[in-house]
Each structure stands twice: as structure tokens, then as C-alpha cells.
């Protein structure tokens, strides 16, 4: 079952994954006023040594512009400057404007403190920030606070989420999916259903970081919770997706084959745009060191942006060339007839297995060439 988003070939929009990713993560900083306990990043109060310098910074965006030229019809990666909370990052403003002077469009994940003002979220949307991304992980303070083990942080998250709406600022908000959270995500839902934002993300649980702590849901309660998604997001104001848990793609596309649609009708669907996109095909992650890794819950470092370029580490490298051929994947997701599509959770794989070709273990499914 081919699919444009292969290696190789290239997608409905217009990327080819192997040339370019069509995100750029980049950890500004590790410092953050939060403790949170699934966090990726394991943040601390203060700045780790080695954090690139407002100079390393700014090459790291000249090198970014090596992905494509915009003035002859080739797009740029989006940058998403996350933490961490960037905006602990004193040079902020400045590599905004820098990035957005090479052509490069910027959203923010900034952490809910109370840096993250009424001011700050409207001189966001001043300066052409496209996005920002919330993180709400319970439907009352207990259960959220809980995570991010601040008290207040439920109740200033939601009034972000409005003020943000208030100023035209497009929000994702992020929830952690875990054994002790998944019970809580309709109510979520609803919450949010009375709110304003333009796109919900289910973040599935890698045990990384602080993570280690938590406790993934199984396969069997992952694809209950999926398929729940699934049917809510056709109904729900805002749009429904998952991050690391791929297989959220797979429920979608056999539900449309199911109802008889072809292939070609399925890749032309709107959902299509995430096929294929996982760690290290679509995405690419830079820490607050400069290390390059396939993604953020993917810590298997192929390269520093102090001594090497994120162009060539992206095209070139031998784990990241792998992650963007499924025909190198293992197990269930090598004999899986959607794995262009899918192509599962490597950052899991490997999280479990030491492998990131291994067959992601959250998903039940049986594929058709394995019986």
C-alpha cells in the first residue's frame, strides 16, 4: 500500500520528507517555572550549561533556510520553539524576528506561568506568532495541578486558552494520555467544547524523562481510547489528533475503506496531511544543547547543530534516513499493510526496545500479512 509521504515521493502538500521536514522542534531552554511530571525535557528552574548563545541560535536559523527556498516556490519547516518554557529565553524577541526575517513562520509552546501574561499572549499575535500550544491535562484543578504540580496553573491555563482567543491567537491544546488520565478525557472534552481553540492533541505517553514516573495505558485501553477520538472528532469544534500514537491514522483510514471508499479517496481526505509523519519523517527535534535527535521523545542524538548541519544530519543520517523507510521496520510494523501511513510510534519502539525499526508495542493490530 504506497503512499505519497514514503521515502522517496512526495505528499498531497507538496513536502517530500526526505528533503525536508515539515516541523522543526527547537528546545529554546530546559529552564521552567513548572515540575511536571511526564515532562520530556526534565526542566529545572534554571538554564543547563551549554544552552546555545544568541550567535549558535542565529546560525541554526541560517542553516534552517538550506531546507528549501521560499522565492522559488519551496516552503520552509514550521519552527516550534518550545522548552522547557521558551519564554525564560532572554534573547526571544530576538530570534522571532530573525527567524521570521528568513522566511521562517514561528508557533510557541510557552509553560502557563505567570510570564505568560495578557500583555505577552497579545504581543505574541502582534508579532506574527501563527500558534501557540496549551497544555491541559484534567477537567479541575486537582487533577491538572496534580501533573504540573503548580496549584493554580488549571485555572490559568483556561484563562490563557480565552485571552488567547480574545487576542486571535490559533491554540492547540495538549493532553497527556496515561493509565491515570484516560478516564478524564471526555470530561476534558467537554471543557473544552465550551472554549475556543483550533486543534486538540492527544499526547500518548512515552516513558522518557520525568515520564518514567507515569504508567502508559495498554494496547487494548490505547485503541478504546483511539476509536473514541476518532468518533468525537467528527463531530467536535475542533480538530482531534494524537501525537505518538500514529495508529490514531490507521482506525481513521480503515473506517473510509470500510465505507467503500478507494484509496486514492482516502489520501485525499483531510486527515491524509499527518500521513506518514513521525519521528524523524516530518520532524525533526534541536535541544536546548544544539543535539539533533528524530524527535522530542525520541533521545537517540545523530548530530550537534554547533558542529554540524541540521540539512545534512536530516537528509543524511543513517537513523533518520531508516525512520523515513517503513520498509525497514520490524515486527508487526514491517508486515503492516498501513504502515506509509501510520508507520507507528518509533520514539516507543525504542523507548521499550532499544530499537526504533521495532514494531511500536501500544497498537493491538494483527496485520494481514503477519497471519
Same mark, same amino acid.
Given at each position: @500500500?504506497?503512499?505519497?509521504?514514503?521515502?522517496?515521493?512526495?505528499?498531497?502538500?507538496?513536502?517530500?520528507?526526505?528533503?525536508?521536514?515539515?516541523?522543526?522542534?527547537?528546545? $529554546?531552554?530546559?529552564?521552567?517555572?513548572?515540575?511536571?511530571?511526564?515532562?520530556?525535557?526534565?526542566?529545572?528552574?534554571?538554564?543547563?550549561?551549554?544552552?546555545?548563545?544568541?550567535?549558535?541560535?542565529?546560525?541554526?536559523?541560517?542553516?534552517?533556510?538550506?531546507?528549501?527556498?521560499?522565492?522559488?516556490?519551496?516552503?520552509?519547516?514550521?519552527?516550534?520553539?518550545?522548552?522547557?518554557?521558551? $519564554?525564560?529565553?532572554?534573547?526571544?524577541?530576538?530570534?522571532?524576528?530573525?527567524?521570521?526575517?528568513?522566511?521562517?513562520?514561528?508557533?510557541?509552546?510557552?509553560?502557563?506561568?505567570?510570564?505568560?501574561?495578557?500583555?505577552?499572549?497579545?504581543? @505574541?499575535?502582534?508579532?506574527?506568532?501563527?500558534?501557540?500550544? $496549551?497544555?491541559?491535562?484534567?477537567?479541575?484543578?486537582?487533577?491538572?495541578?496534580?501533573?504540573?504540580?503548580?496549584?493554580?496553573?488549571?485555572?490559568?491555563?483556561?484563562?490563557?486558552?480565552?485571552?488567547?482567543?480574545?487576542?486571535?491567537?490559533?491554540?492547540?491544546?495538549?493532553?497527556?494520555?496515561?493509565?491515570?488520565?484516560?478516564?478524564?478525557?471526555?470530561?476534558?472534552?467537554?471543557?473544552?467544547?465550551?472554549?475556543?481553540?483550533?486543534?486538540?492533541?492527544?499526547?500518548?505517553?512515552?516513558?522518557?524523562?520525568?515520564?518514567?514516573?507515569?504508567?502508559?495505558?495498554?494496547?487494548?485501553?490505547?485503541?478504546?481510547?483511539?476509536?473514541?477520538?476518532?468518533?468525537?472528532?467528527?463531530?467536535?469544534?475542533?480538530?482531534?489528533?494524537?501525537?505518538?500514537?500514529?495508529?490514531?491514522?490507521?482506525?481513521?483510514?480503515?473506517?473510509?475503506?470500510?465505507? #467503500?471508499?478507494?484509496?486514492?479517496?482516502?489520501?485525499?481526505?483531510? @486527515?491524509?496531511?499527518?500521513?506518514?509523519?513521525?519521528?524523524? =519523517?516530518?520532524?525533526?527535534?534541536?535541544? =536546548?544543547?544544539?543535539?539533533?535527535?528524530?524527535?522530542?521523545?525520541?533521545?537517540?542524538?545523530?548530530? =550537534?547543530?554547533?558542529?554540524?548541519?541540521?540539512?545534512?544530519?536530516?537528509?543524511?543520517?543513517?537513523?533518520?534516513?531508516?525512520?523515513?523507510?517503513?520498509?525497514?521496520?520490524?515486527?508487526?510494523?514491517?508486515?503492516?499493510?498501513?504502515?506509509?501511513?501510520?508507520? #507507528?510510534?518509533?520514539?516507543?519502539?525504542?523507548?521499550?526496545?532499544?530499537?526504533? $525499526?521495532?514494531?511500536?508495542?501500544?497498537?493491538?493490530?494483527?496485520?494481514?500479512?503477519?497471519?
Amino acid at each position: @500500500m504506497a503512499h505519497p509521504a514514503g521515502i522517496g515521493a512526495v505528499t498531497p502538500d507538496g513536502w517530500a520528507y526526505q528533503r525536508s521536514p515539515m516541523i522543526v522542534y527547537w528546545e $529554546l531552554t530546559n529552564a521552567c517555572g513548572l515540575a511536571c511530571r511526564h515532562c520530556r525535557a526534565t526542566a529545572m528552574p534554571d538554564a543547563a550549561p551549554g544552552e546555545l548563545t544568541t550567535a549558535e541560535a542565529i546560525a541554526l536559523l541560517d542553516d534552517i533556510t538550506g531546507f528549501g527556498d521560499p522565492a522559488a516556490g519551496e516552503a520552509l519547516p514550521h519552527l516550534v520553539m518550545t522548552g522547557g518554557d521558551p $519564554l525564560r529565553r532572554p534573547d526571544l524577541a530576538e530570534l522571532i524576528a530573525e527567524a521570521q526575517a528568513r522566511g521562517i513562520g514561528v508557533s510557541l509552546a510557552p509553560a502557563v506561568t505567570p510570564l505568560l501574561s495578557r500583555e505577552k499572549l497579545f504581543w @505574541m499575535k502582534d508579532i506574527g506568532i501563527q500558534a501557540i500550544s $496549551l497544555s491541559l491535562d484534567g477537567s479541575d484543578s486537582g487533577a491538572h495541578d496534580g501533573v504540573r504540580m503548580v496549584p493554580g496553573t488549571f485555572d490559568a491555563t483556561l484563562e490563557a486558552l480565552d485571552i488567547a482567543a480574545e487576542a486571535g491567537l490559533p491554540v492547540q491544546v495538549n493532553t497527556l494520555v496515561t493509565a491515570a488520565t484516560a478516564a478524564d478525557l471526555p470530561a476534558i472534552h467537554d471543557l473544552l467544547s465550551a472554549h475556543t481553540l483550533q486543534q486538540w492533541s492527544l499526547f500518548f505517553l512515552i516513558s522518557i524523562g520525568r515520564g518514567t514516573e507515569l504508567t502508559e495505558l495498554s494496547p487494548g485501553e490505547a485503541e478504546r481510547v483511539l476509536i473514541w477520538a476518532q468518533q468525537v472528532g467528527r463531530s467536535s469544534a475542533f480538530r482531534v489528533k494524537t501525537t505518538e500514537a500514529m495508529h490514531y491514522r490507521r482506525l481513521g483510514a480503515a473506517a473510509l475503506l470500510r465505507a #467503500g471508499k478507494s484509496k486514492e479517496d482516502v489520501e485525499a481526505h483531510p @486527515m491524509s496531511r499527518a500521513f506518514g509523519i513521525r519521528d524523524g =519523517n516530518g520532524i525533526v527535534f534541536v535541544s =536546548n544543547t544544539g543535539d539533533v535527535t528524530p524527535s522530542g521523545f525520541l533521545p537517540l542524538t545523530v548530530g =550537534n547543530v554547533k558542529d554540524s548541519s541540521l540539512v545534512s544530519l536530516y537528509r543524511d543520517d543513517p537513523v533518520l534516513r531508516s525512520l523515513r523507510d517503513p520498509d525497514q521496520f520490524k515486527g508487526r510494523c514491517g508486515a503492516c499493510e498501513y504502515h506509509d501511513w501510520c508507520g #507507528g510510534s518509533r520514539a516507543r519502539a525504542y523507548a521499550w526496545t532499544g530499537d526504533p $525499526l521495532e514494531s511500536d508495542p501500544l497498537c493491538p493490530y494483527v496485520p494481514k500479512g503477519s497471519l
